[in-house]
């Protein structure tokens, strides 16, 4: 193989968003509700302001409403669980985030539970993975969701595929294995989930058909890893300091893109691939909010 297909997953996610942007023209035309979602954000990190901020870009295009919820660095665990307290009760609101990760003295899992299962978008309340276990209709966690979208838009065969998944995180890997083992397309693939204690690793890579690479460490997966004719997505993002560019940084994945790609059916690049349907995904799932109220 020498040209693979480039899996863009900011072409998926304009397609999505117009999609959407027209669904709310329609409510808004049937005088329904617009669909609202909301961010909570707590501290300065800058890359969870970027995200946020995205977010926020992304709901004014397709028409929604969005309201930015910034607290302090310094806010305690029980003022955090009163402002999601506030969104729960809040009528306007469909859907809403807490970005992650929180300050170290606030519990995240406490914060997430908080959130009403009916607004948790970003799906990853236990009841929302618990449904998602049990092929209910639930709000799917961002990443994952997105990423299965873009091998339905490129209609990539997995059924009966290996499908191999480096990283077991709680909002990437393990719902990713989920998804793809489940009794639908995209699915229907034998899954092979990967971690830190995982051994030869290689050896399993190499058996994959699809293979999903959330590990997060920087062009982590070489062409030695790949084998021939695989589909391969590049969950991985990181910002490195490179001189050449303008902005002062290049976005690499945890992919050697320049290399693997070779090998590769169809490959997805970073940035340009999972990242925009992160988003996308996040406001299907707000209007899907509306829809289910
Ligand atoms: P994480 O750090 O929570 O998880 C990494 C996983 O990799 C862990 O489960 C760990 O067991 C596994 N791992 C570590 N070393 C390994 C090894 N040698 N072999 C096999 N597995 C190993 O990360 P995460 O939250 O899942 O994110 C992964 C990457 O994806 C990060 O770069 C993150 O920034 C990025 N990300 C991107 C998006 C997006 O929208 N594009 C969304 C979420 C995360």
Do not use: W
């Amino acid at each position: 193989m020498s040209n693979p297909t480039i899996v863009s997953g900011k072409e998926v996610a304009n397609k999505v968003k117009e999609e959407i942007a027209l669904a709310v023209k329609q409510l808004k035309k049937n005088g329904g509700k617009i669909p609202h979602l909301a961010a909570i954000l707590v501290g300065n990190d800058g890359a969870s302001q970027t995200y946020v901020n995205a977010k926020v870009k992304a709901c004014e295009k397709v028409g929604f409403e969005s309201t930015l919820v910034q607290l302090d660095a310094n806010i305690t665990e029980q003022e955090l669980l009163i402002e999601v307290e506030k969104l729960n009760n809040n009528n306007a609101i469909d859907g809403y985030i807490v970005q992650l990760p929180l300050p170290k003295h606030i519990d995240e899992q406490k914060v997430t539970e908080a959130i009403d299962p009916k607004k948790d978008v970003d799906g990853f309340h236990p009841v929302s993975l618990g449904k998602m276990l049990l092929d209910l209709p639930s709000f799917l966690p961002a990443t994952p969701y997105g990423i299965t979208e873009m091998l339905k838009h490129y209609n990539i065969p997995t059924e009966g595929k290996h499908c191999v998944v480096i990283g077991r995180s709680h909002i990437v890997g393990s719902p990713m294995s989920v998804l793809m083992a489940r009794n639908t397309y995209p699915g229907n693939c034998t899954v092979t989930i990967t971690h830190s204690r995982t051994q030869n690793l290689k050896a399993i890579t190499l058996q994959a058909d699809i293979l999903i690479v959330a590990i997060g460490k920087p062009e982590f997966v070489t062409a030695d890893m790949v084998k021939e004719g695989a589909t391969v997505i590049d969950v991985g993002i990181h910002r490195v300091e490179d001189n050449s560019k303008k902005s002062g940084f290049s976005l690499l994945g945890d992919v050697k893109f320049d290399e693997v790609a070779p090998k590769c059916a169809f490959i997805s690049p970073v940035p340009g691939g999972v990242g925009p349907m992160t988003i996308a995904s996040l406001l299907k799932n707000t209007l899907l909010a509306v829809q289910l109220k």
